[in-house]
Nanobody
Framework: QVQLVESGGGLVQPGGSLRLSCAAS????????????MGWYRQAPGQQRELVATITSTHTPNYADSVKGRFTISRDNAKKMVYLQMNDLKYEDTAVYYCYARRSKNDYWGQGTQVTVSS
């Protein structure tokens, strides 16, 4: 089992920045963590959960068009951490952000962290 815990959410003004972190724990070694596809999804009120970004075991990132050029996903396998650097935040980025892990058809989700962009 893998547990994922997000942190770093909060209230930020438009144009501001936040860095989300996701810590993996449970019966997973750093070596195994490195084999997982990791990612971030988000869900705004009344909306479906949507992909924000993923990063493969070889550190290849993939981004939703809406965040390209503004968000950066990264991972530190030794620490079993995934990060999402969010710059130039917009009102429409307001959502609960969820950390995600996948390996061998097993999906794991964190409980989410709220990001609110408001003036």
């Amino acid at each position: 089992q893998v547990q994922l815990v997000e942190s770093g959410g909060g209230l930020v003004q438009p144009g501001g920045s936040l860095r989300l972190s996701c810590a993996a724990s449970g019966s997973i070694s750093s070596l195994m963590f490195g084999l997982y596809l990791m990612g971030w999804y988000r869900q705004a009120p009344g909306q479906q959960r949507e992909l924000v970004a993923t990063i493969t075991s070889t550190h290849t990132p993939n981004y939703a068009d809406s965040v390209k050029g503004r968000f950066t996903i990264s991972r530190d396998n030794a620490k079993k951490m995934v990060y999402l650097q969010m710059n130039d935040l917009k009102y429409e980025d307001t959502a609960v952000y969820y950390c995600y892990a996948r390996r061998s058809k097993n999906d794991y989700w964190g409980q989410g962290t709220q990001v609110t962009v408001s003036s």
